[in-house]
C-alpha cells in the first residue's frame, strides 16, 4: 500500500518529530506551515497554509481532496492562557478555527477517497487539557475536547470503511509552545507536578502517533491516548 501522510504544523515541535519518523518509515509526508516558503524536515515536502485565515483553510481543504492522502495528522495548534473573564472573544474563535475548525475541514476533506480506498489513519492531536483542565485553559480545554468529541464521532462514521481516527493526548511536552507559554520557572514547578519527573520529549509523542497511523493499529478507533507521564492518574 502507497503511504502518502500529511502532517500540518509539521516544521517544529512534536509535528516535525512526526513527519521525520513517518518520513523513516517509508512514508510520503508533505508538512504544511504558516510561512511562505517555509522548510520541511528533510525527505519531506512543504504547503504553506495559514489556519487563522478561515479562506485559505478551505482553499486548501479543497486542495488536498484529490492528493491521496491515506494518512492525516491534525497537529497544528494554538494556545492563549487567560482567565474567562479577560478572554476577548476574538481570541476565542481565533483557537476554535486552528485547532477544531481546520482539522474538521480537512478530515472532510480527504476522508471520502480514504473510504474509497478502504484504508486510513487520522490522528487527531489532543492534550491532557481535553481530559482535565485547570484555571486559564477554559478556551483552549474547549478547543482539545472538541477535537476528541469529533474524533469519536468521525471513527463511528468511517469504521466500516477501515478508516481509523484517534486522539492522542499529550502531556507536558518540552517543545518551544511549551516553553513560551510556562517559561523557565514553570517547566521546574510542572516537571515537578508529573509522577515521571520530567517533561515528555517530542520524539517520545512521535512514536505513539506512528503506530496508530500505521497499519500496524488494525482495531483501535475513537480513543484518545492519553501520554503524560502520570499526570492526570492523581
Not at 470503511?161 to 518551544?176: K, W
Not at 514547578?189 to 500496524?216: C, D, N, Q, W
Request: net charge neutral; glycine share 10%.
Amino acid at each position: 500500500m502507497h503511504k502518502k501522510a500529511l502532517v500540518t504544523g509539521g516544521t517544529r515541535g512534536i509535528g516535525k518529530c512526526v513527519a521525520k519518523l513517518l518520513s523513516q518509515n517509508g512514508f510520503e509526508v508533505t508538512v504544511t506551515g504558516t510561512c511562505a516558503r517555509g522548510e520541511a524536515p528533510k525527505g519531506c515536502s512543504y504547503l504553506a497554509v495559514d489556519f487563522s485565515d478561515l479562506q485559505a483553510i478551505e482553499l486548501f481543504a479543497k486542495e488536498i481532496q484529490e492528493m491521496g492522502f491515506s494518512v492525516l495528522i491534525n497537529n497544528a495548534g494554538i494556545n492563549k492562557v487567560g482567565s474567562l473573564s479577560d478572554y476577548e472573544l476574538k481570541d476565542f474563535q481565533l483557537l476554535q478555527q486552528v485547532n477544531v475548525t481546520a482539522p474538521f475541514l480537512l478530515c472532510r476533506a480527504v476522508v471520502p477517497g480514504m473510504s474509497k480506498r478502504k484504508f486510513g489513519r487520522i490522528v487527531n492531536i489532543t492534550s491532557v487539557f481535553g481530559v482535565v483542565s485547570k484555571e486559564g485553559r477554559s478556551a483552549y480545554s474547549a478547543t482539545k475536547f472538541a477535537l476528541s468529541g469529533l474524533t469519536k464521532a468521525l471513527a463511528l462514521e468511517t469504521a466500516k470503511d477501515n478508516v481509523l481516527v484517534n486522539c492522542l493526548a499529550p502531556g507536558f511536552v518540552d517543545t518551544e509552545l511549551t516553553r513560551g507559554i510556562l517559561g523557565e520557572k514553570g517547566i521546574v514547578e510542572m516537571s515537578e507536578k508529573i509522577p515521571m519527573g520530567r517533561l515528555a520529549t517530542p520524539e517520545e509523542m512521535a512514536h505513539y502517533v506512528l503506530f496508530l497511523a500505521s497499519e500496524e493499529n488494525t482495531y483501535m478507533t475513537g480513543q484518545n491516548v492519553v501520554v503524560d507521564g502520570g499526570f492526570t492518574c492523581g
